[in-house]
């Protein structure tokens, strides 16, 4: 009876420590279809959101740099593979996205 209750107590943890990791993804990159080509701090095919940080950190043109990219995509800076655009992205939702990405 004991292991029985241990091991629910661990499987409980373990579901409550994915569901902190899932709810560090902003809605914002959700809503976008940003997490299909990215993840917060592995590449995925799309780099990780955390080396998008280091690459721009302390870069004063970063905002705007990240804002072009988002919404008319690009290619060249993390490999072959390009970067679909994504016009149809808000300006508020663009800013938030990057505001949380340069923030790792």
């Known amino acids: ?39 917060i701090d592995k590449k995925v095919v799309g780099p990780g959101w955390k080396d998008v940080a280091a690459k721009y950190k302390g870069d004063a043109g970063a905002v705007a740099h990240l804002t072009t990219k988002i919404k008319k995509g690009g290619s060249g800076v993390w490999g072959k593979m390009p970067m679909p655009a994504t016009p149809k992205a808000s300006d508020a939702d663009v800013k938030e996205l990057i505001d949380f990405i340069l923030a790792l």
Do not use: E, Q
Request: charged residues 10%; glycine residues 6%; hydrophobic residues 60%.
């Open 1 to 39: 009876m004991k292991s029985i209750v241990i091991s629910m107590a661990v499987a409980a943890g373990l579901m409550i420590a994915g569901s902190a990791m899932a709810a560090d993804m902003p809605a914002v990159a959700k809503k976008n279809n940003c997490t299909a080509c990215h993840a």
